[in-house]
């Protein structure tokens, strides 16, 4: 019987192209060809879960079960047709599975709220999910607290519930024109600094600004939560950077120096403010030094932006009263969320969410019984003979062993003599001890006690001289007594039994 080892797992990126092929570890034995198929893998694998870009991935087995196709359903018409977007692919062949991305998932976007961050002035905000990736907000032109003085002298921070919207502003509720702030995408960030267990005191000190490292990523958002007025327009800058992981006391003097990202899209999700006939349509506007302008600001729009690399922090400023817009100067806003998208590549480990199980043959209901008689023993024990048909000698064929079993995929079946079986108890005495087998050859097995050899079992090719085939013909020699214990079978001189050849 064929059975199939510790499969290896594989690694790939969640990338297009990225592929891996593993081994599946079948030892065949006697069933060549083997082959495999898939019995056991998820009907559905969902990506991404958690963010706004979950998407649910369908399963599609073809080819005989040796293929699982995973798809996005764009139809929804719950089967794999033309135009459904295929992700991955698992394929069985040749004793190797290999697992391909066929397609760039989707980039998952990560949220932040502002909700349970400490009311009052302070030098900055953590927030995010610990177990994932944080950011730190911080103003345009925070105090650098290793040269002294009051964080209040320079911009800080300031929290305000507008609605059911939690927001922040910069040297008050709002972001002035001129004004804007920093936000940096980090991980590993200390929790009890992390919203909402960082408390107003605590914000107020720079060493509390306790991350591992920062988080690349090549798109990201904001969404206005009010502007001042409702109607605006308010113009807002943009501008992407890279930067060194600066915890702690570093970190403001972190904030110069920074390498620029060129910013190469923008899109405006604009909400429909009205005043009276009065309504901006934000406009996006290249400033052709790798920053973007976006004009005609709302209250509720949502500003989304691609960079040409990854960046890790964006300076959000006002820049209302240098826009050359007449009549809003001193208009102003907050922001009251922001979104990562975090990079395609992914890596993931593939192999132990899915199952393979070799098509081998399996015993079916059928059995073969053939039968020798000590009363015909002479030699190692002498018998006394009864003169029926039935001797010590018996004889059988590959063809009767072969039906034993439903082949399955696994055509053509092979018989053979198993190695695994030598020194293994048959279950069997003979005067008085018990009767091993011993595999003397591919082609010959023999049961042995105290030395002695109590019977032969000996594989011979057909006419096709092809050990393993239908023609072969296996004999069984008896060679000593078995001891009947107990007795049970058929009593007195008509008294049997079984030794199994099943292994």
């Known amino acids: 019987m064929p059975t199939i080892g510790l499969i290896s797992d594989g690694l790939v990126d969640f990338a ?49 079960n040796t293929v699982a196709t995973y798809f996005k359903d764009v139809d929804s018409s719950g089967t794999h047709n033309a135009g459904d977007i295929d992700f991955f692919k698992l394929t069985l062949s040749g004793g190797n599975y290999t697992f391909d991305v066929l397609e760039n998932p989707p980039p998952a976007e990560v949220n932040f709220s502002f909700a349970g961050a400490p009311s009052g002035s302070n030098l900055f905000m953590t927030f995010g999910n610990p177990a994932s990736t944080q950011i730190v907000v911080i103003g345009k032109d925070p105090l650098d607290q290793s040269a002294g003085g009051n964080i209040t002298t320079k911009d800080v921070l300031n929290i305000s519930q507008a609605g059911s919207t939690t927001s922040f502003g910069v040297n008050g509720n709002q972001i002035n024109p001129g004004e804007g702030a920093f936000i940096t995408y980090v991980t590993g960030a200390n929790t009890n600094f992390l919203v909402p267990n960082l408390d107003q005191n605590e ?133 009251g969320g922001f979104s990562l998208s975090s990079p395609n590549a992914a890596s993931a480990v593939v192999g132990t969410a899915v199952h393979f199980e070799d098509d081998g043959p399996l015993n079916n209901a059928a059995t073969v019984n053939v039968n020798v008689d000590e009363d015909e023993l002479t030699g190692l024990s002498t018998g006394i003979t009864d003169n029926d048909a039935t001797t010590t000698v018996a004889a059988f064929t590959g063809a009767q062993i072969a ?24 279950g069997l005495d003979s005067k008085g001890s018990s009767i091993l087998f011993d595999f003397v050859d591919a082609t010959h097995v023999n049961g042995v006690a105290d030395g002695r050899t109590v019977f032969t079992l000996v594989q011979t090719a057909g006419a096709d001289t092809k050990l393993g085939t239908a023609d072969d013909a296996f004999t069984f020699t008896l060679l000593d007594q078995i001891d009947h214990t107990p007795l049970a079978t058929g009593g007195g001189d008509a008294e049997t039994i079984a030794l199994s050849l099943a292994s």
């Open 16 to 64: 297009a192209g990225s592929s891996v092929t593993k081994t599946l570890s079948g030892v065949v034995g006697a069933d060549e060809p083997a082959t495999y198929s898939i019995t056991s893998s998820p009907a559905t694998v969902t990506i991404l879960d958690g963010t706004s870009s979950q998407v649910t991935l369908l399963r599609d087995l073809t080819n005989s």
């Open 203 to 335: 914000a107020d000190v720079e060493a509390n600004i306790a991350f591992t490292n920062v988080f690349n990523t090549s798109s990201a958002s904001f969404t206005v939560n009010q502007t001042n007025p409702g109607v605006g327009p308010v113009s807002v800058k943009i501008s992407a950077l890279n930067t060194a992981a600066e915890p702690g006391v570093n970190f403001v003097n972190g904030l110069t120096g920074d390498t620029a990202v060129t910013i190469t899209s923008v899109s405006v999700v604009d909400n429909i403010v009205k005043t009276g006939n009065t309504q901006f349509l934000p406009t996006v506007t290249d400033n052709g030094d790798g920053t973007w302008t976006i004009k005609g600001l709302s209250t509720g729009d949502k500003v989304q932006w691609t960079t040409s690399g990854t960046h890790d922090r964006v300076l959000i400023e006002n820049v209302s009263n240098a826009d050359g817009v007449s009549g809003n100067d001193n208009n102003t806003f907050d922001i």
């Open 403 to 426: 039906g034993l079993v439903n082949a399955g995929a696994d055509q053509p079946v092979t018989v053979s003599l198993n190695p695994l079986i030598d020194n293994v108890d048959t």
